[in-house]
T-cell receptor, first 114, second 113 residues
């Protein structure tokens, strides 16, 4: 069964609205969660690294005020896309990791902004 | 130079063929190496880890050459179900980036009947 649950699987929203994506590790405590974005025919690109209880570390070019990450517990991280625009339409994937375990991916969220 | 480089393909092969993918990485401090498989519109799934001694899992063989900073994946007797994008992945273990994976762009494989 799934080790990391990501919700929702797909979402369509209007331009200017905010969308929250949840990533839950189901049977282990994830010290670190990663958020990726993948545009069509492109590779996965790391957006940010999130450690429980501390601020996320964003990759260069990723706006931290636009992509809000909260990692409030060892089993839950959320990514909020604020004031979404059509160019934010993409496939967002989270992954969860703790020392000694492989990296587990969520099933991804396909965001379409109209 | 990109951190992880792969031939994007696509590789179009007939069923039963043997196909090899190559990957190079730029950071000699890279610690761990993996091949992931990604189907269209799905999340990546771990195919296998790559060890210096080389390792095999059924029809799949992975090899690592640290001196050349080169990783390979060999698929024998390819099946239609092997059609996917294969991602070469390197893990850095340093400071706050423990666990962070660097992904190659992937090599697309299409196995035809």
């Amino acid at each position: 069964g799934a080790v990391v649950s990501q919700h929702p699987s797909w979402v369509i929203c209007k331009s200017g609205t905010s969308v929250k994506i949840e990533c839950r590790s189901l049977d282990f405590q994830a010290t670190t969660m990663f958020w990726y974005r993948q545009f069509p025919k492109q590779s996965l690109m790391l957006m940010a690294t999130s450690n429980e209880g501390s601020k996320a570390t964003y990759e260069q070019g990723v706006e931290k005020d636009k992509f809000l990450i909260n990692h409030a517990s060892l089993t839950l991280s959320t990514l909020t896309v604020t004031s979404a625009h059509p160019e934010d339409s993409s496939f967002y994937i989270c992954s969860a990791w703790t020392l000694g375990s492989p990296l587990h991916f969520g099933n991804g969220t396909r965001l379409t902004v109209t | 130079r990109k951190e992880v480089e792969q031939d994007p393909g696509p590789f179009n092969v007939p069923e039963g063929a043997t196909v090899a993918f190559n990957c190079t990485y730029s950071n000699s401090a890279s610690q761990s190496f993996f091949w992931y498989r990604q189907d269209c519109r799905k999340e990546p799934k771990l195919l296998m880890s790559v060890y210096s001694s080389g390792n095999e899992d059924g029809r799949f063989t992975a090899q690592l050459n640290r001196a050349s900073q080169y990783i390979s994946l060999l698929i024998r007797d390819s099946k239609l179900s092997d059609s996917a994008t294969y991602l070469c992945v390197v893990r850095m273990n340093y400071g706050g980036s423990q666990g962070n994976l660097i992904f190659g762009k992937g090599t697309k494989l299409s196995v035809k009947p």
